[in-house]
């Protein structure tokens, strides 16, 4: 993935604004929002949408070219309503805005086919560049979240925050127990009791909310852990 860190530098008008749908439940947020960009003559607001589900509406019927999409919302939220939109019109490029920077978050926004993710208290003009980039074929990160995503990738942090707060052998089981591996096996494969096997997957329970082995494949697959 080709991915340029979010900067406040000058870019280059396109031919036309940029079409822009902004998708907050924050009325003061939005509107605020609203104002400044459509204060940057290369840009232009053309709709606000209140939750993920008029996120949705509206991207679909006003084809902008990016939608700012906030992640928190109600009804449905940012992630989802962003998988709606790219399945349905993936020339709509999906640029989440959020002051969120958790692993989560940003890893099941990429996956969803955002093209970026910037934090809400960038100055406008990053905003601006962020759209402009993304209209180009650009994916772009805040560079607070793009570290993180470094570290993640390169493995000099442990993604906990995305996987529930299971730990790395308990996610390392649960991708085992997802492919359809017995108790015993995952004991012999990794060299540890049987019991031991059974307490992680307890503990795993436990932090997931879940009781079974089917609800442990569907949370597994949703993670991206194993592939159906």
């Known amino acids: 993935m080709s991915t340029i860190t979010q900067t406040s530098g000058h870019v280059s008008a396109p031919a036309r604004p940029a079409r822009v749908l902004i998708a907050d439940d924050q009325t003061l947020f939005r509107s605020g929002l609203g104002r400044l960009l459509d204060s ?20 679909l019927s006003l084809k902008p070219d990016v939608v700012l999409m906030d992640i928190k919302m109600p009804n449905v939220d940012g992630i989802e309503a962003t998988r709606r939109i790219v399945a349905e019109n993936p020339k709509i490029k999906v640029l989440m805005l959020t002051t969120f920077e958790a692993d989560n978050h940003v890893i099941q926004a990429l996956k969803a086919g955002a093209s970026g993710y910037v934090l809400k208290d960038s100055q406008a003009s990053a905003i601006v560049s962020s759209i402009l980039a993304v209209v180009a074929g650009e994916r772009v990160m805040a560079s607070a979240v793009a570290n993180r995503v470094l570290e993640m990738l390169t493995g000099a ?6 996987y529930d707060g299971l730990t790395v052998r308990e996610v390392e089981i649960l991708r085992m127990l997802a492919t359809g591996m017995a108790n015993k096996q995952i004991a012999f494969k990794l060299k540890i009791s049987e019991k031991t096997v059974r307490n992680h997957v307890s503990n795993m329970y436990e932090k997931l909310g879940i009781f079974d082995r089917a609800q442990a494949v569907l949370y597994a697959v949703r993670k991206g852990l194993v592939e159906i």
């Not at 942090?157 to 995305?162: A, D, L, S, W």
């Open 40 to 59: 940057d003559d290369r840009v232009t607001v053309i709709g606000e949408a209140v939750d993920g589900a008029d996120a949705v509406k509206l991207a």
């Open 157 to 162: 942090t442990t993604p906990k925050e995305f």
